[in-house]
């Protein structure tokens, strides 16, 4: 009668509805007293409607009501209710003092988990929803076992219907994990609910919480009996807008990026607000922290606590074992003894000194109650006995491989296809180069890279207009987004800040090498514009100014990586799609299941970046060339080059002309450079995302019709685009939502964002910058031949690779970026892999069930894929060779740790 899957149980069921119900009348006046939650009736989760709910008694409390057997009639059944609870550090189980005492006593007494199982139907003659309730009592006692498990066995009546979702009470003093429920019994086989959640105490929120079936239906399929619950859920997910979160809320609402800055603490920490007409931005999640008392336009962080929705919050296994805790660590604890080594901005002496970091690490003084570091960065804290901590970095494997590999010219070009950030690279297209900034302001908008220039690089093989023609140059251009920041840069202490434009062309082997490196100066007060291009040369003087110039280009490239590659475009445009989908899809909306494990932690890791990455005189500001106006840039790229639909990875490609359709190509794509490693391996994979996809959606809609009517699903997107982002409502870029392939190309979007992409430019961090003279984050002096003087010129002849090292990060930033780096490069050893960790929801339907089976079988033919590519070097140049790295980034699986390969279904650090 009750499993859901077998439709002759269930029309068996509707038949006898017919039947006179003498059960529901007189359990629902006799059982009155059980109607009522007994701890009051407010505890009740939706107490407006309380009374339209019929009740029916457990057996465990002696079910009162008699019924009298009639023909026809089938017979009661036996359900018992199985609650597994995680044992957690934070939780319940840590009980203590007087009301763990209370609470141990409830459980011994069997009332602490009060259950109400919610009928799928109504009452026909009524209306009335139908449930049944009772305590679940604790089973298990051992107090080391992971898992504790509350029982409770129900008499489910006959016409009671399906179970579609359970109400719990939560008596205990503090909340507790739920994993999951398994109602058992049903002739048919047990109903399930997977909970992961956070099961608050009823002290703190007397609303009871609601946990559904395994069962996804669309919004016009709910059961009449599940619709008032569903719809009540989602008020509560939305909460009203007002008030300070407490950390037990499940609350989503948006806010802007107010509280990056700390003006209370020091006037020089005030930020501009993120978000609105100035500073156009995604939208972050609504925290309720008052405001500055020196800026009402700012948030206070008068505490360290940021405000995520509580099963936002990451797992204790990552949690304690691991990235929390290793990052909260690293930045508040580790870092500080960094700054207070030496002077801030001392550069290192040698490079000996950079390799000593690696060889034989720093001494640590030892701090009061920092012992705990060792445990929790064991991979950088090396203990020795009676001895200081050391802090000693491991080498990455690029340069395990090859020492040298950060001075070649063609690593360097190599790495913009398959290094830390491929997604800058594009193909030059017109000619000359020209700025579309205003000239009155900024100068001549001609680059000074002449045609001769080039041609003279290119030694002869053919002319600029043929390069052209026949796409052979390719550019990385800084040029316009930087150069409006020079001169604010360039007032800061310790930094300074180009324009800059990188050219490469495309050998007839399919590799790219570097032409020239243009560096722009705009007329800064009396001084007037200055620019120079350095080509590369054989002459000692032009070999140093070259690698200065590069180091230049490599600090404009990190910080683009991780403001914009990184940053916006992976972890803050995904946090308003988070926001959107649990305030307007119900957990139980098919949609809602599909997208869930792409979210996971997104939100916590975006807060604990806004306490301590992304914050005035944070990690990047503190270590980066644009220093305290970094997020103003990534604002700017927000604003002027992030569109919605150009985060699918082919329209990507094409808007840089890496790629043209072509129907008759593989993926319906050419290549402009064929070996491409990011584009290769990210193309089979959003290939197989996309089918992924098409096969989830098409099985939930089969028509147009269905996409316009799901009312939910256009709330869902109606909302991303007006209120998550905004500043961009009226773009006219952003997609339809009418049909299920504007579904598929807008979730499929979503879902690369937050597992290809994001695991292509972040994984790699520690692989490609761990060894900073590949990519440092800051460059901090001018190049010699800007402004110089005879001594300052002599001097850099004298001792070129002096110049080189105090260009290059101090000691202080570039350590403190490292461990920074390698915490974040790490792979928790809960990570979940794309397609190896199915859902309930998806396991519990067969159709999908097979599709992500498939789904997970095509991945682990891309494991094949990718690793053949990098053992066939002869069609492969740009990821193989001595002593380079093969290109791993898009590889979908990975042990834990910091493997450089492994695609997370979600971005989580
Ligand atoms: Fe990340």
């Known amino acids: 009668m009750m499993n859901p899957q077998v439709a002759k149980q269930t029309n068996a069921y509707q038949t006898l509805l017919l039947l006179p119900k003498p059960f529901v009348h007189g359990s629902c006046s006799r059982n009155g007293s059980l109607l009522t939650v007994p ?326 003084p030892p701090v009061k109650g920092d012992s705990f570091l060792k445990n929790i960065l064991p991979r950088l804290i090396k203990a020795i006995e009676d001895s200081d901590d050391i802090l000693q970095f491991e080498t990455p494997e690029t340069m395990d491989r090859d020492k040298f590999f950060w001075l070649r010219d063609a690593e360097f070009a190599r790495q913009t296809l398959a290094g830390l950030n491929p997604c800058s690279i594009q193909l030059v297209t017109k000619w000359p180069l020209k700025s579309e900034l205003d000239p009155e302001i900024y100068g001549s908008p001609e680059s000074a890279i002449t045609t001769e220039m080039i041609e003279k690089e290119i030694g002869g093989f053919m002319t600029v207009e043929e390069a052209i023609k026949q796409k052979k140059l390719f550019i990385l251009d ?102 959107a989908t649990n305030r307007q899809l119900s957990v139980i909306h098919p949609i809602y299941r599909l997208l869930h494990p792409h979210f996971r932690y997104t939100m916590e890791i975006n807060a604990l970046a806004r306490s301590s990455l992304i914050n005035a005189d944070g990690v990047i500001e503190a270590s980066f060339s644009p220093g305290k106006y970094a997020m103003e840039l990534s604002s700017v790229a927000y604003d002027k080059q992030w569109r919605f639909d150009l985060q699918a990875l082919p329209a990507d490609l094409i808007s840089r002309g890496m790629a043209v ?9 050419k290549l402009t450079i064929e070996d491409y490693p990011f584009a290769n391996d990210g193309l089979v994979l959003w290939d197989f ?26 709330a869902w997107w109606t909302e991303i685009l007006t209120v998550g982002h905004a500043d961009k409502k009226d773009e006219p870029w952003w997609p339809e939502l009418n049909t299920p392939q ?48 005879r001594e300052s010129w002599n001097e850099f002849l004298k001792r070129p690779e002096g110049a080189l090292l105090k260009c290059f990060p101090s000691q202080v930033q570039a350590t403190t970026v490292m461990v920074t780096l390698d915490i974040l490069s790490n792979h928790s050893p809960d990570e979940e892999y794309l397609g190896k960790k199915s859902e309930a929801a998806w396991d519990e339907d067969p159709v999908i069930k097979a599709a992500f089976e498939r789904f997970s079988g095509r991945l682990m033919l891309l494991e094949g894929i990718i690793d053949g590519r990098n053992a066939d070097a002869k069609h492969f140049k740009n990821r193989t060779g001595a002593g380079v790295v093969p290109y791993e980034l898009l590889k979908p699986f990975s042990e834990d740790g910091v493997t450089g390969k492994g695609v997370p279904y979600s971005i989580s650090i």
Not at 173 to 188: N, S, T, Y
Not at 298 to 323: G, L, M, W
Not at 769 to 781: E, V
């Open 742 to 789: 504007d579904l598929i190309d807008i979730i499929t979007i979503i879902v690369w964002v937050a597992s290809g992409h994001h695991a292509a430019v972040n994984f790699g961090q520690y692989l490609y910058a761990g060894y900073f003279p590949n990519r440092p984050t800051i460059a901090r002096t001018n190049v010699p031949a800007e402004d110089c003087t």
């Open 661 to 669: 359709e072509d129907p008759a190509a593989p993926h319906g794509l």
């Open 39 to 364: 701890a009051g009736a407010k505890s009740s989760s939706f107490p407006r409607k309380q009374s339209r709910r019929v009740g029916f008694s457990p057996s465990t409390i002696k079910a009162s009501a008699v019924v009298t057997p009639i023909a026809y009639t089938p017979s009661p059944v036996n359900v018992k209710a199985i609650l597994t609870v995680q044992r957690t550090v934070g939780g319940f189980f840590s009980n203590i003092g007087f009301q763990g005492v209370l609470d141990d006593f409830k459980d011994l007494f069997g009332r602490s988990l009060l259950l109400e199982l919610v009928s799928t139907e109504l009452q026909p003659q009524t209306g009335e929803e139908k449930s049944i309730k009772g305590y679940a009592h604790k089973t298990n006692r051992d107090g080391k076992l992971a898992l504790v498990t509350y029982e409770i066995s129900f008499e489910i009546p006959a016409e009671f219907g399906r179970v579609g979702a359970v109400i719990i009470e939560n008596e205990h003093h503090k909340e507790m994990f739920l994993k999951d429920i398994v109602l058992d019994g049903f002739p048919d086989g047990p109903v399930s609910l997977s909970c992961n959640s956070w099961l608050h105490s009823k002290y703190d929120n007397p609303r009871n919480r609601v946990f559904f079936t395994n069962k996804s239906y669309l919004p016009s399929e709910t059961p009449s009996g599940l619709r008032r619950l569903r719809e009540e859920e989602l008020v509560i997910l939305r909460g009203n807008g007002q008030g300070e979160r407490k950390k037990f809320e499940r609350i989503y609402d948006y806010d802007v990026y107010n509280d990056l800055g700390d003006p209370d603490s020091d006037a020089d920490l005030k930020r501009p607000v993120l978000g609105g007409k100035y500073h156009p931005y995604p939208r972050r999640c609504r925290t309720g922290r008052p405001q500055c008392a020196t800026d009402r336009f700012s948030e206070s962080k008068s505490n360290d606590f940021y405000y995520v929705p509580r099963d936002e919050a990451f797992s204790e296994v990552k949690q304690i074992t691991f990235s929390a805790k290793a990052l909260y660590s690293g930045l508040h604890s580790l870092v500080p003894r960094l700054k207070a080594l030496n002077d801030k901005d001392l550069e290192f002496p040698y490079f000996t000194a950079i390799d000593s970091l690696f060889d034989e690490g720093i001494n640590l």
């Open 478 to 579: 800084y040029h316009d987004l930087l150069l409006p920041y020079v001169s604010k840069v360039r007032k800061l202490k310790g930094t300074t800040l180009y324009g800059s434009r990188t050219l490469f062309f495309l050998n007839p082997d399919g590799t790219l090498r570097p032409l020239a490196i243009e560096l722009t100066r705009p007329k800064i007060g009396e001084k007037p514009q200055w620019r120079q291009v350095f080509t590369p040369s054989w002459h000692a003087t032009d070999v140093w100014e070259w690698r200065l110039a590069k180091a230049h280009v490599l600090a404009h490239d990190s910080g683009y990586h991780q403001l914009v590659s990184h940053w916006l475009r992976t972890h803050c445009v995904t946090e308003p799609y988070i926001i």
């Open 689 to 714: 995302i996309k089918k992924w996809v098409s096969d989830y959606v098409n099985h939930y809609y089969s028509d147009a019709a269905q996409i316009q009517s799901d009312e939910e699903l256009q």
